[in-house]
Nanobody, 125 residues
């Protein structure tokens, strides 16, 4: 089992940047595919980005391609989400997730095994 704790959320103006972090504890961090999801009020949880165990592969939602970058540091048991050129529609609670099996990077939230508590990101116009 792995425990996930997100940090780095906050209030930022449109066009600004934030970097989210997700610290993991428990089983070997490097054995997990890691993902970021977000959920806005009244909407379903949606995929943002994910990264393979060794950082060789990444996957992004079309809405964030070219603006967001996911990365991980297995030595620090941490995954990051660098968010640039933020837009008001990026406002949501952002969740970190871990998947322990498989090779492909999934986009469905139901395919991830463990979740953090979320961190709020608010982008003002």
């Amino acid at each position: 089992q792995v425990q996930l704790v997100e940090s780095g959320g906050g209030l930022v103006q449109a066009g600004g940047s934030l970097r989210l972090s997700c610290a993991a504890s428990g089983r070997t961090f490097s054995s997990y595919i890691m993902g970021w999801f977000r959920q806005a009020p009244g909407k379903e949880r949606e995929f943002v980005a994910a990264i393979s165990r060794s950082s060789i592969s990444t996957n992004y939602a079309d809405s964030v391609k070219g603006r967001f970058t996911i990365s991980r540091d297995n030595a620090k048991n941490t995954v990051y989400l660098q968010m640039n050129s933020l837009k008001p529609e990026d406002t949501a609670v952002y969740y970190c997730a871990a998947r322990g099996t498989g090779i492909q990077i999934p986009k469905g939230p139901y395919e991830y095994d463990y979740w953090g508590q979320g961190t709020q990101v608010t982008v003002s116009s």
